[in-house]
Structure formats: C-alpha cells, structure tokens
C-alpha cells in the first residue's frame, strides 16, 4: 500500500523567512496530493492540494511543488508569520480508492 | 450546514469496556473515514467507506469495526477496549468522483481506555 514520508518532524524559523517542508511517496498511482495545517486542539483543515497533471501550485504566500518522477511534493512557505505555526501534514491518495494516507507531520514554529 | 459532526467529544473506557463512536456529515459525501493520531505519528486511517453497504480496511483496522447503513452516517466500533486504543480519533468525509478533492474532518473524539 502507499506510504508517505515527511521531513522534517520539527522546522523553527524567524518571522518573515521560508519554510519549506518536503514528502515522498511510494505507490506511482497516486494522484492527489493535499497539506493540512492542524492548530493546537483543532481539526486539519486543507490548505492546499494538488494533481498530479500539475507541477506547481500557489496560493498567496502558500506553494506547492510536484515531482511525479521523483515521487516527492513539497510545501513551501513565504514570508512566514506567528499565526503559521502549527502542525503541517502531507498525504496522498488515487482516484481509484479515494483513501488519503498522511505522512506523520512537521511541527512548524515562527519566531517573532 | 453542519459539515462533519462526531459525538462524544471525550470519552473514558477501562480496559474491556466497548463503545461507539459517532459521525455522521450531511454534506451529501459518499467518501467517509475514521483516522487515529497519536503524538508524532500522523493520523493514521482505520477504516473507510466509498458509500452505503460498502466499507473496507485502513492501515490500523484491528480492535475496530465499522458499518455504513446510510450516506450521512459512519460509526466506528470498540467491542473490546484496550489501553492501546488512547488516542484522538477523527472522521473525515469527501466527494467522490470527479467531484473528489478536499476531505473535511469532524472535530475529533478524545479516546482514554484505562
């Protein structure tokens, strides 16, 4: 079955640099890629997805990067504020079973 | 719309007790699926449901069970609890299709079986 990997577990950076956080996948099948922030107590809420016909997607300061080759995607952060920190999780799944498998989550935290 | 509701909120078992944990959307999703999370392991699917009478086995099936008799509802069963199965556990449901994109979860059950 598919299994997806998340680096890294902890990412600490200074209000207004990057972050970026990165996943790979085993199962070539996959064909939806979303991230979820998850604040302290709360839900995940989806921020960004993406397919798998599409390399790059953005939204705002949110981007997210595709390589079906590689099997890796990655969530890039710009300009980060406080209100960025939070759990980040990676998952993927495939249309033919429209079950999403999450990588075990990056733990971001925004200096001010 | 409610979107995706779970009840209880908390919950404590001892060891051997069972229950059931509710979820039920009514966003019209035919997609529903229960996750654990532990700290520092993700969430972790357990069971899902592609629609009525159909349901089929995540990566952590054991200790649960599951039925889908309605497109609004999904419980998930505990027939044996054990100290094992503390955890948050969320659903989530989505369309299918190629309406399929974004799985809302519900607020999540806090689960301690002592």
């Known amino acids: 079955g598919e299994n997806v990997e998340q680096h890294p577990s902890t990412l600490s950076v200074q209000e207004g640099d990057s972050a970026v956080i990165k996943c790979t996948y085993s199962?070539?099948?996959?064909?939806?890629f979303p991230w979820y922030k998850q604040e302290l107590g709360k839900r995940p809420q989806l921020i960004i997805d993406?397919?798998?016909?599409?390399g790059e997607k953005k939204d705002q300061r949110i981007a997210v990067t595709l390589n079906k080759t590689a099997k890796h995607f990655s969530l890039h952060i710009t300009e980060t504020q406080p209100e960025d920190s939070a759990v980040y999780f990676c998952a993927a799944s495939m249309d033919s079973s429209y079950k999403l498998i999450f990588g075990s989550g990056t733990r971001l935290l925004v200096r001010p | 719309n409610a979107g995706v509701t779970q009840t209880p909120k908390f919950q404590v078992l001892k060891t051997g007790q069972s229950m059931t944990l509710q979820c039920a959307q009514d966003m019209n999703h035919e997609y529903m699926s229960w996750y654990r999370q532990d700290p520092g392991m993700g969430l972790r699917l357990i069971h899902y449901?592609?629609?009525?009478?159909?349901?089929d086995q995540g990566e952590v099936p054991n200790g649960y069970n599951v039925s889908r008799s309605t497109t609004e509802d999904f419980p998930l069963r505990l027939l044996s609890a054990a100290p094992s199965q503390t955890s948050v556990y969320f659903c989530?449901?989505?369309?299918?299709?190629?309406?399929?994109?974004?799985?809302?979860f519900g607020p999540g059950t806090r689960l301690t079986v002592l």
């Open positions: 449901s592609v629609g009525a009478g159909i349901t």
């Open positions: 989530a449901s989505s369309h299918t299709g190629e309406s399929y994109n974004e799985q809302f």
């Open positions: 993406i397919r798998s016909n599409v």
């Open positions: 199962d070539s099948a996959s064909n939806y």
